[in-house]
């Protein structure tokens, strides 16, 4: 069965600083991997995916994600922290489950930034 | 943004009523979702559809019943509301299979049940 786990429940950076939120997954086969961002009284709105076509994936916000098949990782990053970064960010997998893709969330890294 | 609907936006009930929430899409997507999401448990699947009519349980669905009469529109039922079912609700959409089913979310329903 897939799952996933992030590590750290709270992230806190100054601005400017780098932002590493963890990620790790398991899964039978290889997965397509996705990163969202929550702001706050908002829906989650989809950061990044690897889909296997390129290991290191490119977001929206200047974020990316490295995709190490070998660490099981999928782990977010930003070289330089805004203050507007302050959200929650939530990894997720998907899995070929009986035909469908079955979709598996992390319980969600709250990054706050420090001005 | 994906055009996802939810409504209410937030709604107050008391123990006991029945709650409806609806979710409506206008991107013709086969899937529906609906999620709760509560602080240290993530988001967690309630139920989801595949097509009109077509759906299933989800990991936490006890409580709760759905029903998708159109394409564009999957509602979720509260036959009797309890107090554990104060959370946030958010629907989202996905084709199924294309990208790994890239699910696009809602902007949710926050419910109070006192």
């Known amino acids: 069965a897939q799952s996933v786990t992030q590590l750290g429940s709270h992230v806190s950076v100054s601005e400017g600083a780098l932002v590493l939120l963890r990620c790790n997954y398991s899964s039978s086969v290889p997965p397509y991997l996705f990163w969202y961002v929550q702001y706050p009284n908002q829906g989650l709105q989809l950061l990044l995916k690897?889909?296997?076509?390129?290991?290191l994936v490119k977001g929206i916000n200047g974020f990316e994600a490295e995709f190490k098949k070998s660490e099981t990782s999928f782990h977010l990053t930003k070289p330089s922290a805004h203050m507007s970064d302050a959200a929650e960010y939530f990894c997720?997998?998907?899995?070929?489950?009986?035909?469908?893709?079955?979709?598996?969330f992390g319980i969600g890294t709250k990054l706050q930034v420090i001005p | 943004d994906a055009g996802i609907t939810q409504s209410p936006r937030h709604k107050v009930t008391e123990t006991g009523t029945p709650v409806t929430l609806r979710c409506h899409q206008t991107e013709n997507h086969r899937y529906m979702y609906w999620y709760r999401q509560d602080p240290g448990h993530g988001l967690r699947l309630i139920h989801y559809s595949y097509g009109v009519k077509d759906t299933d349980k989800g990991e936490v669905s006890d409580g709760y019943s759905v029903s998708r009469s159109k394409t564009e529109d999957f509602l979720l039922t509260l036959e009797s509301a309890t107090s554990s079912q104060t959370s946030v609700y958010f629907c989202a959409i996905s084709d199924g299979t294309r990208e790994g089913n890239t699910q696009y979310f809602g902007p949710g329903t926050r419910l109070t049940v006192l």
């Open positions: 997720a997998v998907s899995e070929n489950s009986g035909g469908y893709q079955k979709v598996t």
């Open positions: 690897y889909t296997s076509a390129a290991t």
